[in-house]
């Protein structure tokens, strides 16, 4: 048991790249400030995987998976339709 204790103390340190855990910090960064230009920049920078620009304006594609059109709608495909396969 001790060594599974030392292990956790050790990989509780290490940082969490995950989407979903990018996502929680950033949710939690929106909530606690006022919206300027630099919280905008991390949002884009953090949520947005890909930016498509279409034949009428654009497409986001964030980190999650989901992709948004210029007017906010979501597009329900799943990744592996969005990435071709």
């Known amino acids: 048991m001790l060594i599974l204790a030392c292990a956790a103390e050790k990989y509780s340190g290490l940082p969490d790249y995950t989407p979903y855990h990018q996502m929680q910090i950033l949710r939690d960064r929106i909530t606690e400030r006022p919206m300027d230009d630099e919280l905008r920049n991390e949002i884009l920078r953090t949520a947005v995987q890909e930016i498509r620009f279409t034949g009428g304006g654009l497409e986001l ?25």
């Open 61 to 85: 594609r964030l980190i999650n998976g989901k992709t948004l059109e210029a007017n906010g709608k979501e597009i329900g495909r799943c990744l592996r339709q969005q990435q071709g396969k």
